[in-house]
């Protein structure tokens, strides 16, 4: 028997095209689970940009210290700073964090467990990736990034870009 604060209920909204199995389903606690973590990471965010008009405030020098130790840490893996890579990855990382550590709270289920959330955010990740290479060298660089140094390399190139 679970006690949990929700209800274990699962549903399956691809059922009437035949796919049942586990991956296809949606489990309440995972979603309210995730929806937890999204609000205190917006309850969070709300504070921090009420502290930060105060510049003299301890709440506004925690953040400019959690802020720096992101920049560092940006730096050091992608060797320059960039802001819309930093907001993206410090983004995910802190929705991880946050997914993680809600299921210290009691009776709420972490949503991390669930397969689907680990493949929402490798799917996005992927999608903002490509996008940010497109942005960058354009859809014909992009495309001829495939096709380098010979056509015939295309589907190899396109398994090796999945598969990162």
């Known amino acids: 028997m679970s006690a949990g604060l929700f209800d274990h209920h699962t549903i399956k909204p691809f059922a009437c095209l035949g796919l049942t199995g586990p991956f296809w389903s949606v489990h309440s606690d995972i979603v309210a689970g995730t929806w937890i ?41 992608i060797g320059s700073f960039h802001k819309n890579y930093f907001a993206f990855v410090s983004s995910l990382f802190l929705f991880t964090l946050f997914c993680c550590l809600v299921g210290l709270i009691h009776f709420v289920e972490e949503s991390t467990r669930d397969l689907n959330t680990a493949l929402a955010i490798a799917l996005s990740s992927f999608l903002y990736v490509q996008y940010q290479k497109i942005k960058l060298h354009g859809i014909k660089g992009f495309l001829k990034e495939f096709i380098d140094p010979f056509a015939v390399m295309a589907p190899l190139h396109l398994v090796g870009e999945v598969s990162k």
């Open 37 to 77: 973590a999204m609000g205190i990471l917006l309850a969070i965010t709300l504070v921090g940009r009420l502290f930060l008009r105060n510049k003299k405030s301890p709440v506004t020098l925690v953040y400019e210290k959690a802020i720096g130790l992101f920049m560092r840490v940006s730096i050091d893996n």
